[in-house]
């Protein structure tokens, strides 16, 4: 299981308690031996329940995370008032205690990789694919050259061709960072395939492909790609996992997407640059993708 | 430039914000001349869309005149009077070649968000979350307006900014709504909600053929205009014991042909069932309250057609669906596809065949923005419809 996963569990965790605490407070204070405590039981239940929805459906789930160990301590604290010795079911709220300790230990774990970058800073496979209504001679062109593709992958900042075959990029790190590596085409199938990987040298190892089949029925082509980043140890390693935030695989899906935007009407769906009554015309919390 | 913008439920303010600028070569840049308040806007104003933003520019139906346009724009030039639909649609794509424009793939830079929830993005709206593009919306004195030479409809002189307003977002929607239903002659049609939506899906209902239609809300005048403008039998649901049982007795026992559903997810009700429904919204564990949904699948003949034209969000409790199989029923919804609309409904105004404008029971400036969604949420002064002036 990798960390994603862990976060994804705590958050179905946090809504299935909670749930059970909002629906039925007054079993489980009689099974612990809180006694006459179902109103403070419903409410830490629809804790749980929005820090299961936070986990589950907002793009940072460390602030979500850490508000689980939050509420770790809270159940703890009602937990230890049902352990004195005069609760008949204090062997119950003990096995209930240890049970939330077992969980802190592991939202603090999870909590901790997160807010380091969390699975990412390993590396990471992902694939994904989407269909353009064009023909694949079309695609192939203009991913056939490269200069253009920074234009839909955010993360770069240019790609030059020195030479045939051999290119150079730059990829925009945190703070004005940046990464750079040459990279050579591997495969390239007109019209089918283009592959390519980095070479000797590069401050990460990369290596990608992207395919064009034509897709059923005459709609156009599937474009299907798949990319691969081992960041090195260390501080380069997490200078890379930031390029691509908590969630590469929604990255690429977004690039994909501005893609076909491209290819198909000809320019980029954008709402940078409208204007809103705050500072910026893009929302921060929810326009994370389109910003640049 | 003016506009209204969202900063939480129930607070939305007339800023002085930047005026837009063309971002993409098919942009245009609309004066706008009029504005409406939509129920929809409603659903943001009371705090049930996800993912606003303080400082949001909210509206999605809106019209005016053309003051500059991108140079990929080739069908419309400063100075054109136009009508905009609320989907924006690329024209290009697969759904929008099927005149599924409210399908868009294009159009919406969030798609990925949307996925998250819905497993698909609908097309970008203006002013209608981030879920749905983070569009700046149209209750303001200017809007940029992407992929204009698909989406506005140009309208020449002599109809009046109110009678051709609504091409922008209800008239189709009520249009779709009842064309939904496949209404066939001698049909009887009922529709849930008296609200603008509701008012010209009457008018609709009998354009398309529908021999009887009856209305159901609680509210008299709305109740009032559904019998006086458009010929509905009404029923005000507060005054019956069950309205499904109301509407079997109405149909000899058969039920209503088609049922529409023109309320959404913030619908009224009375007894343990509303009472649930607002205990479990405000709990978070459901997002909707879908009591009118429950009702028209109940109620709907065997065979017979749900439309919904109402807007849900998001999860939704205890629907029939039992039901939904066994009386093989249809349901048909969506976001309007307002550009397939446009030209053949600006048609039936000119012919005179339906005049939209009954509905508007409140003209304001721009700046009564908020007394506008005030008086509206609250159906004050028995208000129906507003229409803000910028």
Known sequence: MDGRQVTQGLGWFSLGLGLMEVLVPQRISSLLGLGNRQAVVRIFGVREIVSGLGILTQPRPAAWVQSRV??????????????????????????????????????????????????????????????????????????????????????????????????????????????????????????????????????????????????????????????????????????????????????????????????????????????????????????????? | MKATCWFGKNDVRVEQVPDPEILNPRDAIVRITSTAICGSDLHLYDGFIPTLDKGDILGH??????????????????????????????????????????????????AAMAEQLWGHSPAGIFGYSHLVGGYAGGQAEYAQVPFADVGPIKIENGFTDEQVLFLSDVFPTAYMAAENCNIQPGDTVAIWGCGPIGQLTIKCAYLLGAERVIAIDRVPERLRMA???????????????????????????????????????????????????????????????????????????????????????????????????NKALTIKTGQTHVQRYLRPLLERIRNGEIDPSFIVTHRLPLDAAPEGYEIFKHKQDDCIKVVLKP
């Open chain 2, 61 to 110: 139906e809106f019209m005016g005149e053309v003051v500059d346009v991108g140079k990929g724009v080739n069908n419309l030039k400063v100075g054109d009077r136009v009508v905009v639909p609320f989907p924006i649609a690329c024209g290009n794509c697969f759904f929008c070649k099927k005149e599924l424009y409210s399908l868009c793939e294009n159009s919406n830079p969030n």
């Open chain 1, 70 to 292: 939050a509420g770790d301590i809270m159940d703890l604290a009602l937990l230890s008032t049902a352990l004195a010795k005069g609760n008949p079911r204090r062997g119950s709220a003990a096995m209930a205690a240890a049970a939330v300790l077992g969980v802190t230990a592991l939202d603090l774990l999870c909590s901790e990789d997160l807010s380091r970058g969390g699975a990412v800073d390993r590396g990471f496979h992902v694939r994904k694919s989407i269909i353009i209504d064009r023909p694949p001679e079309d695609i192939y062109r203009f991913w056939h050259n490269f200069g253009a593709l920074p234009r839909i992958m955010s993360h770069l900042e240019s790609i030059h061709e020195f030479a045939p075959n051999r290119s150079h990029w730059v990829a925009k790190g945190p703070a004005g960072t940046r990464l750079e590596w040459d990279a050579e085409i591997t495969e390239d199938r007109p019209n089918q395939l283009i592959a390519w990987r980095s070479l000797e040298g590069a401050d990460v190892d990369n290596a990608g492909s992207v395919r064009f089949e034509r897709a059923a029925g005459g709609r156009g082509t599937l474009v299907r790609v798949e990319l691969d980043y081992r960041p090195p140890a260390g501080a380069l390693g997490a200078t890379v996992a930031k390029l691509f935030g908590e969630n590469p695989e929604k990255q690429i899906a977004v690039d994909l997407h501005r893609l076909k935007q491209l290819i198909e009407t000809g320019e980029i769906a954008r709402t940078e640059g409208q204007p809103a009554g705050r500072a910026q015309g893009t929302s921060k919390k929810y326009d994370e993708f389109v910003r640049t």
């Open chain 2, 227 to 325: 019998r006086e403008q458009g010929g509905a039998d009404t029923i005000d649901y507060t005054a019956v014991d069950s309205v499904i049982d109301m509407l079997r007795e109405e149909t000899g026992g058969r039920g209503p042909d088609a049922c529409i559903d023109a309320v959404g997810m913030e619908a009224h009700g009375h007894g343990i069932q509303y009472a649930y429904d607002r205990v479990k919204q405000a709990a978070m564990l459901e997002t909707d309250r879908p009591i009118v949904l429950r009702e028209a699948i109940l109620a709907c003949r065997n065979g017979g057609t749900v439309s919904v034209p109402g807007v849900y969000g998001g999860f939704l409790d205890k629907i029939p669906f039992g039901a939904v199989m």
